[in-house]
């Protein structure tokens, strides 16, 4: 079978690799749907953790090839259903895992990351890391279930309460998904800042009470305008030093900043500590997707998030590279290989 296997930063190639026979608990996935996120593109140029030689992609879907063998047979282990899956497999029996932290996992390992992942025509994922697919989930949305797993433990960290004014730093994939769960989570208003034109409209389409073009205008004038105390809540969805600041200084008194955007390794940005404790600030990260999977398939299954807005480019496996290109551009919210198209 064609995968795209990195094995060292900037190389991602497309070869031939046989596939291995299922172990006890494995399934076979033929890939439906792999969507390229900031993290596929980081890791080929090296910056983002991973263990080569490794097939990439952790944003997939597909349909059930082969069942293989399990003791309790699963749903998700049925031949012929569609799945998505969650890349993110924990132990199950390390400190964190034991008090419920499994995202936080001492022994944390991906597919599509540390373990052959679905840029590939097919791809071996354990059972229960499986998830049947409603019927009206369309390939290419599913491509966006993981994802939006991220998002939604974000939105949690976040703790909106209902009538909060919130601001999101960065209108893409992770921006645009927020925006919808924020608006769901009882947000009265939510303001996106965002320089592309074209990802503006998409977010005022989707509900943002203003958006914000931050190389024309003042963000912070702008967004303390419409809110003289600041934002309840606000959610920097970019990752750069600049707008981490900005987040810091957008919050009002008692609000909430969540760092959500991953910033490169060893970055660092001042705060004033005084400033944290006056203003008593809340500062939280968010890791992944713990136990969100469920729940993402059910807002794109019941529609109350939605992706038909979204500018979404299809590509076979062999234009990997141009997929990533385009990712890595943002010409486009969304690169998703199709190894079947
Ligand atoms: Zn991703
Ligand atoms: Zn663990």
Same mark, same amino acid.
């Given at each position: 079978?064609?995968?795209?296997?990195?094995?060292?930063?900037?190389?991602?190639?497309?070869?031939?690799? *046989?596939?291995?026979?299922?172990?006890?608990?494995?399934?076979?996935?033929?890939?439906?749907?792999?969507?390229?996120?900031?993290?596929?593109?980081?890791?080929?140029?090296?910056?983002?953790?991973?263990?080569?030689?490794?097939?990439?992609?952790?944003?997939?879907?597909?349909?059930?090839?082969? !069942?293989?063998?399990?003791?309790?047979?699963?749903?998700?282990? $049925?031949?012929?259903?569609?799945?998505?899956?969650?890349?993110?497999?924990?132990?199950?029996?390390?400190?964190?895992?034991?008090?419920?932290?499994?995202?936080?996992?001492?022994?944390?390992? @991906?597919?599509?990351?540390?373990?052959?992942?679905?840029?590939?025509?097919?791809?071996?994922?354990?059972?229960?890391?499986?998830?049947?697919?409603?019927? %009206?989930?369309?390939?290419?949305?599913?491509?966006?279930?993981?994802?939006?797993?991220?998002?939604?433990?974000?939105?949690?960290?976040?703790?909106?309460?209902?009538?909060?004014?919130?601001?999101?730093?960065?209108?893409?994939?992770?921006?645009?998904?927020?925006?919808?769960?924020?608006? %769901?989570? !009882?947000? @009265?208003?939510?303001?996106?800042?965002?320089?592309?034109?074209?990802?503006? +409209?998409?977010?005022?389409?989707?509900?943002?009470?203003?958006?914000?073009? *931050? %190389?024309?205008?003042?963000?912070?004038?702008?967004?303390?305008?419409?809110? *003289?105390?600041?934002?309840?809540?606000?959610?920097?969805?970019?990752?750069? +030093?600049?707008?981490?600041?900005?987040?810091?200084?957008?919050?009002?008194?008692?609000? +909430?900043?969540?760092? =959500?955007?991953?910033?490169?390794?060893?970055?660092?940005?001042?705060?004033?500590? %005084?400033?944290?404790?006056? $203003?008593?600030?809340?500062?939280?990260?968010?890791?992944?997707?713990?136990?969100? =999977?469920?729940?993402?398939?059910?807002?794109?299954?019941? !529609?109350?998030?939605?992706?038909?807005? =979204?500018?979404?480019?299809? =590509?076979?496996?062999?234009?990997?590279?141009?997929?990533?290109?385009?990712?890595?551009?943002? $010409?486009?919210?969304?690169?998703?290989?199709? *190894?079947?198209?």
């Amino acid at each position: 079978m064609k995968v795209a296997l990195f094995d060292r930063p900037h190389s991602l190639r497309v070869i031939e690799k *046989p596939l291995r026979a299922l172990r006890e608990g494995e399934i076979l996935v033929k890939v439906e749907a792999c969507g390229i996120c900031g993290t596929d593109v980081h890791i080929v140029e090296g910056t983002s953790r991973s263990t080569p030689p490794v097939v990439l992609g952790h944003e997939y879907a597909g349909i059930v090839e082969d !069942g293989g063998k399990t003791f309790s047979p699963l749903p998700s282990a $049925k031949e012929g259903v569609r799945v998505a899956v969650d890349p993110n497999i924990a132990c199950g029996v390390c400190f964190y895992c034991r008090r419920g932290l499994v995202h936080l996992c001492s022994n944390l390992r @991906a597919l599509g990351v540390d373990i052959d992942g679905g840029m590939a025509e097919y791809c071996i994922v354990p059972a229960h890391q499986a998830y049947v697919l409603p019927a %009206n989930v369309a390939p290419e949305v599913s491509a966006f279930v993981e994802p939006l797993s991220c998002a939604i433990h974000g939105i949690d960290r976040a703790n909106i309460r209902a009538g909060d004014l919130v601001v999101i730093l960065g209108g893409g994939t992770i921006g645009l998904l927020m925006l919808q769960l924020a608006r %769901n989570a !009882g947000a @009265a208003a939510v303001i996106v800042v965002e320089p592309l034109a074209e990802k503006r +409209t998409i977010a005022s389409r989707l509900g943002a009470a203003l958006t914000i073009d *931050p %190389n024309t205008e003042d963000v912070h004038d702008t967004v303390l305008g419409r809110a *003289p105390e600041g934002a309840d809540v606000v959610i920097e969805c970019v990752g750069k +030093t600049t707008t981490m600041q900005l987040a810091v200084q957008l919050a009002r008194r008692g609000g +909430t900043v969540e760092f =959500f955007g991953v910033s490169p390794l060893g970055v660092s940005i001042p705060i004033e500590p %005084n400033l944290v404790y006056f $203003k008593e600030l809340s500062i939280v990260g968010s890791y992944i997707n713990p136990h969100t =999977f469920d729940r993402s398939i059910a807002l794109l299954q019941g !529609g109350v998030v939605n992706i038909e807005q =979204f500018i979404i480019h299809n =590509f076979p496996l062999a234009g990997v590279q141009d997929a990533l290109e385009h990712q890595r551009g943002g $010409k486009t919210l969304k690169s998703i290989v199709r *190894p079947h198209m």
